[in-house]
């Protein structure tokens, strides 16, 4: 039989244990936590940098309001006889389509050093000289859609498909900020 002072000792020995043990396992509740938090956190801005520029999103983060005056180029690409074409089409080929095609798009603005801007539809917009300013944001936009209109080749022969695209180019002062909090994104006018 055990003595009640050695009694009060285990009973010191197993609540210190527990109370270690409560915090080893709070530490690593803890641990576990800032983890899953760092790896949403990494999720968001990587989605945050696929919707806005790099130095945009910065910007927003800091709590700016983005509202900036620029010379730039503005290039509108229109795919023609869309309408018509997409008719023919299902959804889910209509969507496969239009994302090849402004994949090829995104590649060559890319390139070029041109911001997509959005696309709406079958018109894909982007441009050139922001949200840095690039003295020569002409001659960028001109190349992107030098370069869209002789790629069509391909991609008339990978969809099978006879389409083609109008450019349009704008060169001059603009605005560009970012435009709503539900769903925000960087537009121009």
Same mark, same amino acid.
């Given at each position: ?13 197993? *609540? ?21 938090? %760092? ?22 983060? %800091? ?6 005056? =620029? ?15 997409? *008719? =023919?089409? %299902? ?20 390139? =070029? ?37 002789? %790629?069509?080749?391909?991609?008339? *022969? ?32």
């Amino acid at each position: 039989a055990l003595d009640e002072h050695t009694c009060q000792k285990m009973r010191g020995v197993l *609540a210190r244990l527990t109370r270690e043990e409560l915090l080893y396992d709070l530490e690593k509740q803890v641990e576990e936590r800032t983890f899953e938090l %760092n790896i949403e956190r990494e999720k968001s801005e990587r989605l945050l940098q696929n919707m806005l520029p790099a130095s945009i999103a910065k910007r927003l983060k %800091n709590g700016e309001v983005i509202a900036d005056r =620029h010379d730039a180029s503005v290039i509108f690409v229109d795919i023609v006889g869309f309408t018509k074409w997409a *008719a =023919h089409l %299902n959804a889910a080929h209509l969507v496969e389509y239009l994302d090849l095609i402004f994949g090829e798009f995104d590649a060559i603005t890319r390139r =070029h050093g041109l911001e997509k801007i959005k696309t709406i539809g079958d018109c894909y917009m982007a441009a050139s000289g922001l949200p840095e300013p690039q003295a020569d944001h002409v001659e960028r936009a001109v190349k992107t859609g030098l370069d869209i209109i002789q %790629n069509m080749g391909n991609v008339r *022969a990978q969809l099978k498909a006879e389409i083609d695209v109008r450019v349009g180019i704008h060169c001059g002062p603009l605005i560009a900020g970012v435009i709503g909090e539900l769903k925000p994104f960087y537009d121009l006018s």
